[in-house]
């Protein structure tokens, strides 16, 4: 691959592809907060119905005696199935029977009670407002939160869609792709444009079209196939490795934001919890990228997805008494998750080549969207089974890790540039098997 050599001359690693890091992660890091901020703008605080003994000071006048807080809330409103103050149930008529020592406080029929008709009380010493208090999404309306976060997703699946696709088109600041695509002048702009950033603008002067043609004969020989999203699926060779890489990309935005987006879930301090997954999750991502170097993309991208699910799946065999234990598990899942995340951007990026290569990226990412959306709505299964959400939340990562076993390794392989250097790849590979030596600083971290 000549590009490389080009690559290396005007600098491969340097200021400008500093610079570029820094304008993108900037912007990622406030994306993440606001995809996180739902777990406390959305968090849904103790709540009970409202009852006149208990919220009115006329009704409490007419009470009789003078009955503490605790009992006027015990006749008021029945026990829940978790022997708290049901949350969304009370009396119809005040229970006073059930001040007699000699009656339980589950004696009651459902005849006697009736939904929340005057609205919920709720408990603001930790949530002053959140956005279930204001709207009062609970009860028979507590679908409408898991529905809001997959709208929201669902517009960032929008984005994924239009720019995966338009973005081989407009990253004038590739200048790989430029010269792929046959735009030698702009691709040799953009060359002496980052041999100038990089402090080699001697190198750059030098870097004519006569220099280029004579390094790159080889690649600007191969006629290029229109980059286009159906190529991807129609080309031998891309097939399996779109809908196998796309499956990866599905299963990290399902598990991830099913279970990012619900912390509550699993009766434990979201601050701390959010916390320690934000800290470990860098070291996660960091320890990975590390890996990857020493155990290869394929076993790090099953291992990952794999260990993220079974993580999860072990969660359901967990009581809920033990939500240390639980909220333990969620983390490795989720770190777990946060690591095959890391695992498939790189992995795609060097399964397909420079002319579909953001393509396939757009495509991973609009998969991660759609899993996205599904996942918080996955949670609405949970009335007909607590444990179903979190079962579907682990089988599908470890199927996806196992379904990756079907890609080729691509470590220490060079970047592909043309569809004909991915074939190239598969036919050595099966001739020759894989090549020790074919090292490539385009590859290496």
Sequence with gaps: MAFSELLDQVGGLDRFQVLHTVALVVPIMWLTTHNMLDNFSGAVP???????????????????????????????????????????????????????????????????????????????????????????????????????????????????????????????????????TGRLEQGLRELQRVAAINGKRAVGDTLTMEVLLSTMKEELSVRQAPASLGTLFRTPGLGLRTCVSALCWFAFGFVFYGLVLDLQSLNSDIFLFQVLFGAFDILTKIGTMLLLRRVGRRPMQVASLVLSGLCVLAITLVPLEMGTLRSALALLGLWGVGSAFICVTIYTGELFPTVLRMTAVGLGQMLARAGGILGPLVRLLGVH????PLLLYGVVPVLSGLAALLLPETQSLPLPDTIQDVQNQAVKKATHGTQGHSVLKSTQF
């Design 46 to 180: 103790s709540h009970r119905c409202w009852v006149p003994l208990l919220d009115n000071s006329t009704a409490q006048a007419s009470a009789p005696g003078a009955l503490r807080p605790e009992a006027l809330l015990a006749v008021s409103i029945p026990l829940g199935p978790n022997h708290e103050p049901h949350q969304c149930r009370r009396f119809r008529h005040p229970q006073w029977q059930l001040l007699d020592p000699n009656t339980t406080a589950t004696n009651w029929s459902e005849a006697a009670t009736e939904p929340c008709v005057d609205g919920w009380v709720y408990d603001r010493s930790t949530f002053t407002s959140t956005i279930v208090a204001e709207w009062d999404l609970v009860c028979d309306s507590r679908a409408l939160k898991p529905m809001a976060q997959s709208i929201f997703l669902a517009g960032i699946f929008v984005g994924a869609a239009v720019y995966g696709q338009t973005s081989d088109r407009w990253l004038a600041e590739s200048a790989r792709w430029l010269l792929i």
């Design 385 to 388: 089974s607590p444990s179903l």
